[in-house]
């Protein structure tokens, strides 16, 4: 099992780029792919991206495709998503989460998630 919290979250104008982070405790992090989520209220949560545990493989949701880039630096023990080319869609809490070996875009199969953070984008 693996602690993780995320940050970078806030209010910003469409167009415009924030950088959330992933900070990680506990278990050997470079073991654990690492996925970002978000759920906007009443909606559904939507797979935004994931990143394998070396990080040589990525995968993104189609709507934040070729705006938004995962990344990770294992000796930190964090994973980065880097969101450019706001729109107001992308208004959500957006979590991070971690599952032990491969990785998935199904949420159902990370155990372990952190608490979220919010971002908000206006118009």
């Known amino acids: 099992q693996v602690q993780l919290v995320e940050s970078g979250g806030g209010l910003v104008q469409a167009g415009g780029s924030v950088r959330l982070s992933c900070a990680a405790s506990?278990?050997?992090?470079?073991?654990?792919?690492v996925g970002w989520f978000r759920q906007a209220p009443g909606k559904e949560r939507e797979f935004v991206a994931v990143?394998?545990?070396?990080?040589?493989?990525?995968y993104y949701g189609d709507s934040v495709k070729g705006r938004f880039t995962i990344s990770r630096d294992n000796a930190k023990n964090a994973v980065f998503l880097q969101m450019n080319s706001l729109i107001p869609e992308d208004t959500a809490i957006y979590y991070c989460?971690?599952?032990?070996?491969?990785?998935?875009?199904?949420?159902?199969?990370?155990?372990?998630w952190g608490q979220g953070t919010q971002v908000t984008v206006s118009s």
């Open positions: 989460a971690a599952r032990f070996g491969f990785l998935s875009k199904n949420a159902e199969q990370f155990p372990d």
């Open positions: 506990g278990r050997t992090f470079s073991g654990y792919a």
């Open positions: 990143i394998s545990a070396s990080g040589s493989s990525t």
